[in-house]
């Protein structure tokens, strides 16, 4: 009969994986880290109002600026929508000083963190070329070059990475080595990509998390390059690592697993079995390993033992092409082994199971149409914020939850459905603008309103204020010419207190009583007492003249003060009268403006969403039509097998007359 075509034939080294997809090395590892680590540059960002020496020391600097603690208190909460727009609104109002470059450099961050690089792009530039730190500056484009990759804008991450000038900090020089052989790869240099990547696998007995990257590129950059031999032993090398990490042991099994089919491929079955051993039965591969497995048994004529993983993938998930490839294959080894009852009942069994999963994926396919999957998926992952560090957690009612491993593991689905789940965010919060700026709308009319109430009672008051001025006025002239002419004349009595001056006033009605009784023999000796008295009284006046004139003028300047605070009120308050109701119609403008502008965008992201979902239900569409295809085309080879054995069985009974079919 004829053998089945395996799905599993392309490359190893760039074929699709069965089973949940998981990052390809080749590319760099999308975490959360590369963004944090982005944002997370404006946090070290004290580094552009210090020092360089305190920049790579790290130290914390106090926040002196309120609105930019506020800021930071969102940031940290991983609010990064409330962050960017607080930020954005204190730069308006310029209220970051000094941290002004601190918040400019978080808020690029902030937009590298929504994939804006660009913008992020430009903050960067702008800052460098104020003098940012080398350290500061090496990182930066790093961080940009990483996102510009990400996206799939390969020259303008090759321009970005081409501006580190230094060395980075361990982690990220490494995976730096990485980028820069992935864009090396990119532009088909396998074996600059080789060079790239060799210098980071010396160190073989201390290999980092990024060496393990590292030396599977390097065995496909030799492969591609044309050295297979030296690609494959070092991919054999990777498939034998010890491993510390669930991530080491996945590429582990990966490199197992492609080292395998690549021996498939070459016609030598006993080495594909001899590293197909090695991936765990748990892995991400393992669906792929127990395929290739089994055909490397059959491959050696050793059908019997190509049973043994086969029957253990046929029992697993039908969303795996490789248990629908494991489906086939299984009665193919009964049929090479001559058991045609048993091959005859798998293949009809694997034809009736592959008609009831068509009508599986129909239902799921419908269900993903009628909007079910990303509603519900939104229903069950709700979040306050919008950006890339939302993840899903919790799967929806489906007819067939198993098809949305296959979606789900997708990069591109999950990325499409956080820029829908983004435009959701932002047309809620347009819809809550739209609805507060009916509480502006009563605010301001409220505010008109208690400003014509009170107008009337303050013109009213406001003239008497401006008599009352023009009367104190007056006095205080009066006062200072008063004060010019004590100074002028050392007129030390005009500066008695009351006690003073109550002595001044009974020493000059003794004074006259002496003199109306001058002739008074008993008088006379008083006149030398009076004498001292006044004089005692003289010095007194005079040693207090200086505090005093000095108090005085203080007392004077502080009434100038006073009176240039009332007039200056008092120029407010008339120029308030004639501004506000100017100001009211410009705060009534931009209302009308805000909402006009919220008129055209409300609908146009209610659009843009609809849009999104639609292209995220095509995703999932088209890939759950990939699997309706392949399965169509196991069907057909399960069909085609099972007519084999028909005609088998009809012409074995033409040749012996009244010969037994193929018992079931």
Request: with cysteine; charged share 25%.
């Amino acid at each position: 009969m004829a053998h089945p075509r395996s799905a599993f034939g392309a490359p190893p080294l760039g074929g699709a994986a069965s089973g949940p997809a998981e990052p390809d090395p080749r590319r760099p590892r999308r975490h959360v880290g590369i963004v944090r680590g982005a944002v997370a540059l404006a946090c070290c960002l004290a580094v552009f109002g210090a020092s360089a020496d305190t920049a790579a020391e790290g130290k914390p600097r106090p926040v002196l600026a309120p609105h930019y603690g506020d800021t930071l208190f969102h940031f940290y909460q991983d609010k990064y929508f409330s962050a960017v727009t607080g930020l954005m609104v204190s730069q308006h109002f310029q209220r970051m000083s000094p941290h002004d470059d601190d918040s400019e450099i978080l808020r690029g961050g902030l937009l590298l963190s929504y994939g804006m690089h660009r913008e992020a792009g430009q903050i960067f530039a702008q800052l460098i070329e104020r003098g940012a730190p080398p350290s500061v500056r090496d990182r930066a484009w790093y961080f940009l070059a990483k996102i510009r990759w990400q996206r799939g804008l390969t020259g303008e991450a090759e321009e970005a990475i081409a501006r580190i000038g230094g060395k980075l900090p361990a982690p990220l020089e490494e995976d730096r080595g990485l980028l820069q052989a992935n864009l090396q790869m990119a532009r088909g240099e396998f074996a600059g990509a080789a060079d790239t990547l060799r210098a980071m696998t010396q160190d073989a007995k201390n290999p980092s998390q990024a060496s393990y990257y590292a030396r599977y590129n390097l065995g496909v950059a030799l492969v591609k390059s044309g050295d297979v031999a030296g690609g494959s032993a070092l991919l054999d090398e990777v498939g034998r690592m010890p491993s510390a990490t669930e991530e080491q042991r996945s590429l582990r099994d990966r490199a197992n697993v492609a080292l395998g089919f690549a021996a498939l491929q070459d016609s030598r079955p006993e080495a594909a079995r001899a590293v197909l051993e090695r991936v765990r039965l748990e892995s991400l591969h393992a669906n792929r390993a127990l395929l290739g497995f089994g055909w490397a048994a059959a491959a050696a004529k050793q059908h019997e033992q190509a049973l043994v993983p086969w029957t253990e993938l046929a029992g697993r998930s039908v969303s795996d092409a490789a248990v629908l490839e494991a489906k086939i294959a299984l009665p193919y080894a009964y049929a090479e082994l001559g058991a045609y009852g048993q091959a005859l009942e798998g293949y009809e069994s694997a034809v009736s199971q592959f008609d009831s999963e068509r009508g599986a994926l129909d239902e799921s396919i419908a269900a993903i149409r009628s909007g079910k999957l990303v509603e519900g998926l939104n229903a069950k992952n709700p979040g306050e914020e919008m950006g890339w560090f939302w993840s899903l957690t919790e799967l929806p009612e489906m007819p067939h939850a198993g098809h949305l491993t296959q979606v789900l593991a997708q990069h591109e689905f999950q990325e499409a459905f956080k820029n829908y789940r983004d435009l959701l965010f932002l047309g809620r919060n347009l819809s809550q603008w739209r609805d507060s700026l009916g509480a502006y709308r009563d605010m301001l009319a409220e505010r008109r309103a208690s400003f014509a109430l009170r107008l009337p009672q303050i013109r009213t008051g406001a003239q008497g204020t401006a008599a009352a001025l023009a009367e104190l006025k007056q006095t205080r002239a009066s006062l200072a010419a008063e004060l010019d002419r004590v100074e002028s004349q050392t007129d030390v009595v005009a500066f008695a207190d009351a006690r003073q001056d109550d002595l001044l006033q009974r020493l000059a009605s003794v004074q006259a009583a002496m003199q109306a009784h001058a002739k008074d023999p008993e008088i006379a000796p008083l006149g030398d007492k009076v004498r001292l008295l006044s004089g005692v009284l003289a010095w007194q006046l005079a040693q207090d003249y200086p505090s005093r004139l000095w108090a005085a003028r203080k007392a004077m300047r502080d009434a100038d003060e006073h009176l240039a605070q009332a007039e200056g009120r008092e120029a407010a308050l008339a120029k308030a009268q004639q501004d506000e109701p100017a100001r009211f119609d410009a705060f009534a403008k931009r209302i009308d403006a805000l909402e006009a502008q919220l008129a055209a965008l409300i609908p146009r992201v209610a659009g843009l969403t609809q849009e999104q979902q639609h292209a995220v239900e095509g995703i999932a569409v088209a890939e759950l039509t990939r699997a309706q295809q392949r399965l169509a085309e196991y069907q057909t080879q399960a069909r085609f097998a099972l007519a084999q054995l028909y005609d088998r069985a009809n012409v074995a009974a033409n040749s012996q007359g009244a010969g037994d079919a193929p018992r079931r």
